[in-house]
């Protein structure tokens, strides 16, 4: 089993609140992920980090920020929150050198505005 | 990274072999085949990967054909905990292709 956790696992805001999905993982791995993923949808890479002060954008755009102080912590931050920012937000982590470069992935946070 | 083709649903008994297919018949030389699993609302489990070989962990094996352009995951002794979305990816490890992209992937449903 991976050692990735995320907080909240559920989350029901209104518009307009800030928001932050915490993401830790205890594994030493130095990338990170988020991905959006809608209901019986694709994974969309939204932001990924190399390593500490590392973060870059991926594929989907998306109006959250991310941050990586710590080797092990990669929160993603919505600053107001809108009606269509509601999906499933999921963090993975992986190994830097190893060739094959397995993502392993956290539990999800849920996320709905209203 | 190379397209992948996989049935929709499959059923399975339980205590069975599940066996599901993947082709991958554009994979170049340098991509590696992933499996993982998404059960209803979790994250993503990684299963197994392979390059060339035949693969086996504690969850399952893998078996990619000579030619590479098809591989099919084995869960050996399939449990109604086994019921899930299994996704085949195949992705090279080129620096800077970090995305991962799981197509719709293979619905199991184990029966009792």
């Known amino acids: 089993e991976a050692d990735i956790y995320q907080t909240p696992r559920y989350l029901v805001i209104g518009t307009g609140k800030k928001i932050t999905l915490e993401c830790s993982q205890t594994m030493g791995h130095d990338k990170m992920y988020w991905y959006q993923q809608d209901p019986g949808m694709e994974l969309h890479l939204i932001h990924y980090?190399?390593?500490?002060?590392?973060?870059e954008k991926g594929d989907l755009s998306s109006e959250s920020t991310v941050s990586r102080i710590r080797t092990e912590h990669f929160p993603l931050t919505l600053e107001s929150a809108r009606p269509s920012h509601t999906s499933q937000y999921l963090c993975?982590?992986?190994?830097?050198?190893?060739?094959?470069?397995?993502?392993?992935f956290g539990a999800g946070t849920r996320l709905s505005v209203l | 990274d190379a397209k992948t083709t996989q049935p929709t649903s499959m059923d399975c008994a339980e205590g069975r072999a599940a066996n599901l297919p993947c082709n991958h018949s554009t994979i170049s030389g340098n991509e590696y085949v992933y499996w993982y699993r998404q059960i209803h609302s979790q994250g993503p489990q990684y299963i197994i990967h392979g390059l060339k070989n035949n693969e086996t962990n504690e969850m399952a094996s893998l078996i990619i054909t000579e030619d590479r352009k098809s591989s099919t995951l084995i869960l050996p002794h399939a449990t109604l905990r086994d019921t899930a979305v299994y996704y085949c990816?195949?992705?090279?490890?080129?620096?800077?292709?970090?995305?991962?992209?799981f197509g719709t992937g293979t619905r199991l449903t184990i029966i009792p």
């Open positions: 980090s190399y390593g500490v002060n590392s973060t």
């Open positions: 990816i195949v992705r090279s490890t080129n620096f800077g292709n970090e995305k991962l992209t």
């Open positions: 993975a982590s992986s190994e830097v050198g190893g060739l094959e470069n397995i993502q392993y």
